[in-house]
């Protein structure tokens, strides 16, 4: 029932109806993208709709008494409505613009965190989390004095070590914020039982956050079945433009927060010596904003819903999912990072092959047309737990399919042959920036 779901989407994304021509043997191979976790491709329709803006209503919102911006707003604060429906907000009023998930958490770290935060205060994330839910949390401790603690990796899993978490937790505990999905290990968290510890063990005042960016684009997520406080997520990871993502907030806890930039909009009242400000989600988005990429990320969600929803998007992936790390798993020199086959994990597989630096991999790789990840995927401590310095990563969204696996693990393969014979040593102090 799902199987067609990149075959009756493939028109909508030209970019990866192209031959890349850059193999040694002067063949152009067809692309195969696989590194749709660090970005998605955007359908004509979204691309589209961003011109279209520029070509007839681009004008300043909120601010204007003609039309174009009458319109311009109207499409803007559409966009809102769209993102509060996929997630399930309360109200229109909880989902906060930023220029992504980087900076929804940099929101939180520096206006909660800076006013509730004190000495003494502890601070929980994990050693999965991606950098950007790392440094702030870094840099809201050293200010205040708080202390930082991680939920490490059950080594043997490749998930989180849930039996650790109870002992981390007590009544200094102020903040958790914990990625939904792994970007490199693909394990999707126990949410539910995040959320249960935290409310019993930590603060009586705890907020907990989730890092959303893996997951929002691929399965439904409601935030008020989930009971966190917080999501972040970025839209270039799910057909939207760069630029733009949000924050999601609960209204009364937004409402509390001071002010994280200053500037336009953002105001009630401006004194010479004082101002009054705006409530959320006006209060977090000073200056003007990025409004065709929100506009472009309106249009990513409506067409997400058109193609059947994430329910549907989330089935057709799992199955691919399942599939690439079932064949991953049976190449010879190569060790997925991660659970185990034939445990529930995102469309994502990171890896590691015998003798062959993840780099020299993935340059050979591309010579092929096949596009993926070598790095540490901005997740260093997570990628010195396993003991790895870089991973390679294929990671899939729903326009990919069974047959490009197929091809990928052929190219794979000889890739591997080739390089195997002058295997170059992994250089295992140098990470890649
Ligand atoms: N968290 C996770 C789990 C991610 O995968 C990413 C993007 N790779 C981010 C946060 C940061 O997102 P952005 O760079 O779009 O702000």
């Not at 439904?220 to 970025?234: C, E, H, M, R, T």
Request: charged share 25%.
């Amino acid at each position: 029932e799902n199987a067609d779901l990149a075959e009756k989407t493939k028109e909508d994304f030209p970019i990866l109806d192209q031959l890349i021509s850059q193999s040694t043997d002067g063949e152009p191979k067809p692309l195969i993208y696989f590194d749709s976790a660090a970005t998605s491709q955007k359908p004509k329709q979204v691309i589209k709709e961003i011109s279209s803006y520029y070509e007839t209503i681009n004008s300043n919102v909120h601010r204007g008494a003609h039309i174009l911006s009458q319109r311009a707003t109207s499409k803007y604060e559409a966009a809102r409505d769209s993102i509060a429906k996929l997630v399930n907000a309360n109200s229109r009023n909880e989902i906060v613009f930023t220029s992504g998930a980087t900076e929804a958490i940099n929101l939180v770290a520096s206006t909660y965190g800076r006013e509730n935060i004190k000495e003494g205060d502890e601070i929980i994330i994990s050693e999965f989390e991606h950098h950007s839910n790392i440094v702030p949390w870094q840099l809201l401790a050293e200010e205040k004095g708080a202390i930082l603690k991680y939920v490490p990796l059950d080594p043997e899993t490749g998930c989180l070590d849930m039996k650790k978490l109870p002992e981390l937790l007590s009544e200094k505990t102020k903040i958790v914020s914990i990625q939904h999905v792994s970007n490199v290990m693909a394990n999707i968290n126990p949410v539910d039982e995040i959320v249960s510890l935290t409310r019993s063990l930590g603060s009586p005042d705890v907020k907990i956050i989730l890092d959303a960016c893996q997951s929002v684009p691929h399965m439904p997520v409601d935030v008020q079945a989930l009971g966190v406080d917080f999501i972040a997520a970025s839209g270039h990871k799910m057909c939207g433009p760069t630029g733009i993502g949000f924050l999601w907030g609960k209204e009364d806890i937004l409402n509390s927060m001071p002010p994280y930039m200053g500037g336009g909009e953002m105001i009630d009242e401006v004194y010479m010596d004082r101002s009054t400000f705006a409530k959320a989600p006006a209060r977090f988005e000073a200056g003007t904003p990025a409004i065709a990429q929100a506009i472009g990320l309106g249009k990513a969600i409506e067409y997400i819903e058109e193609i059947g929803g994430m329910e549907k998007i989330y089935k057709y992936e799992k199955e691919l999912a399942a599939y690439l790390h079932k064949r991953m798993s049976e190449v010879e020199g190569v060790t997925c990072l991660g659970p185990a086959v034939g445990e529930n994990r995102a469309a994502i597989v990171a890896f590691v092959c015998d003798n062959v630096h993840p780099s020299d991999l993935s340059t050979f790789l591309d010579m092929e047309g096949v596009a993926i990840r070598a790095g540490h995927h901005c997740c260093q401590p997570l990628h010195r737990a396993l003991g790895y310095s870089h991973s390679a990563r294929a990671s899939l969204y729903f326009y990919n399919t069974k047959e490009e696996v197929d091809s990928f693990i052929d190219i794979l393969k000889e890739t591997l042959a080739f390089l195997g014979g002058g295997a170059l040593e992994g250089d295992d102090d140098d990470f890649v920036p």
